[in-house]
């Protein structure tokens, strides 16, 4: 076992078990799931029209089978259903509006747990407004709608008894550029443990243990008091990840997370990504296709307002079977 596995397991062992007042149970009928018209977002896959699901690519080496992810604290369990059968986040027929504007043409997609998933194509084809559907974030958008279904852990997230700000505690999201708050450095990572019922002890344990996940502690261990905002961008970024893993999500949204970074912090990040992906369901845009053969088990192309292809990374980059995606991946199609 390696020092990071090591110290995480000294802290879990060291953690106390404490029941959250606001706790999050996604679940419902799946009739009355049905009739729901989400206020979310989608991408259109080939398949849409036939009204079938892409399903996970077959990733070789992934952890965990498709849908299955890691057993979680009492206080910590909000998605459950899940099973060995079944990806754990998956869209159905979703067709996204702004105002009147369709942006996506319904998409059908399974993402399986514990791998990485990439989301490729264009400025404008989708990727975002795709990711953000999975934890909610246009709902912010007053001329935001979309018909159809987003369902994580095999539970519709937009059923009307569903609060997307716990929802959000279990979804991740890390921005394309860092935003820490101005707090302390620990203030930030212990800011989303609020209300979970843990003591100060408690938090400052899972604060460190979040660090280690993050690559960050050995580097900010001795000023955990100091500003946030003096950090350097590739450490406030690793941050943003740390304050996100802090309250233990099952998924970690990642739009474009290195392409505000150097090089050198963008290769940090990326060896984060390869340990995250161990015991989340990763879910990354990136207009580098480098980055995003090198890290993601599957991947998904979109183009106009449809995902054209979706399977494992090695086939989409080195045997595509859609034109338009060889174009895309070999730089013939910008």
């Not at 009204?51 to 965990?64: L, M, T, W």
């Not at 394309?176 to 003591?199: K, Y």
């Not at 990642?254 to 161990?278: G, N, V």
């Not at 580098?288 to 054209?308: K, T």
Request: net charge positive.
């Amino acid at each position: 076992m390696n020092v990071f596995r090591r110290r995480v397991a000294e802290l879990n062992g060291r953690s106390a078990t404490t029941a959250s007042a606001g706790t999050l149970t996604i679940g419902g009928s799946a009739a009355a799931a049905a009739s729901v018209q989400t206020r979310g977002a989608g991408a259109a896959v080939s398949t849409a029209a036939t009204g079938s699901v892409a399903g996970p690519p077959a990733v070789a080496g992934a952890a965990g089978s498709p849908g299955t992810h890691r057993a979680v604290p009492a206080e910590d369990a909000v998605l459950q259903g899940a099973t060995d059968d079944a990806p754990m986040v998956a869209t159905e027929n979703l067709r996204p509006f702004y105002g009147n504007h369709e942006v996506l043409k319904g998409v059908s997609l399974a993402l399986p747990g514990r791998s990485l998933t990439a989301l490729i194509g264009p400025s404008g084809c989708g990727k975002t407004t795709f990711l953000r559907t999975l934890n909610r974030m246009n709902d912010h958008i007053p001329a935001f709608r979309a018909e159809g279904k987003v369902m994580v852990g095999g539970h519709d997230i937009y059923a009307p008894h569903v609060d997307p700000v716990l929802l959000r505690r279990r979804v991740g999201m890390v921005f394309q550029r860092p935003n820490p708050f101005p707090l302390s450095i620990l203030a930030n990572v212990t800011w989303g443990l609020r209300g979970h019922g843990l003591s100060r002890t408690e938090q400052r344990e899972r604060a460190e243990e979040s660090l280690i996940k993050a690559g960050l502690w050995d580097e900010v261990k001795d000023r955990l008091r100091d500003p946030a905002l003096a950090l350097s961008g590739g450490q406030q970024q690793r941050l943003c990840i740390a304050r996100a893993l802090a309250v233990r999500p099952d998924v970690l949204l990642m739009d474009e997370p290195t392409s505000a970074l150097d090089p050198r912090a963008s290769a940090a990040i990326e060896a984060l990504m390869a340990e995250l992906k161990k015991e989340l369901t990763v879910v990354l845009v990136s207009h580098n296709m480098h980055q995003a053969a090198r890290v993601s088990d599957g991947c998904a192309f979109f183009l106009h307002g449809e995902v054209v292809e979706y399977g494992p990374t090695k086939q989409i980059f080195e045997n595509p079977r859609d034109e338009r995606t060889s174009a895309y991946v070999s730089g013939r199609l910008a």
